[in-house]
């Protein structure tokens, strides 16, 4: 019996390590696409302006 405690014991460690490995990826590339999208807006939003001062000038 304790045999099959320890067996079980190592599984949820094993189990729970592998969640916290997940949870820390899901974070790394939630952290990488948010400055993706940071960039993105911040080139789109150069765009509209170049594009209100070109119809200023037409």
């Given at each position: 019996m304790a045999k099959r405690f320890n067996e079980m014991s190592a599984k949820l460690d094993e189990a729970y390590k592998e969640i916290k490995?997940?949870?820390?990826?899901?974070?790394?590339?939630?952290?990488?696409?948010?400055?993706?999208?940071?960039?993105?807006?911040?080139?789109?939003n150069q765009i509209e302006k170049l594009a209100s001062l070109g119809k200023l000038v037409y």
């Open positions: 490995n997940w949870s820390e990826t899901l974070n790394e590339k939630v952290n990488e696409k948010t400055e993706e999208l940071k960039n993105i807006y911040n080139q789109v």
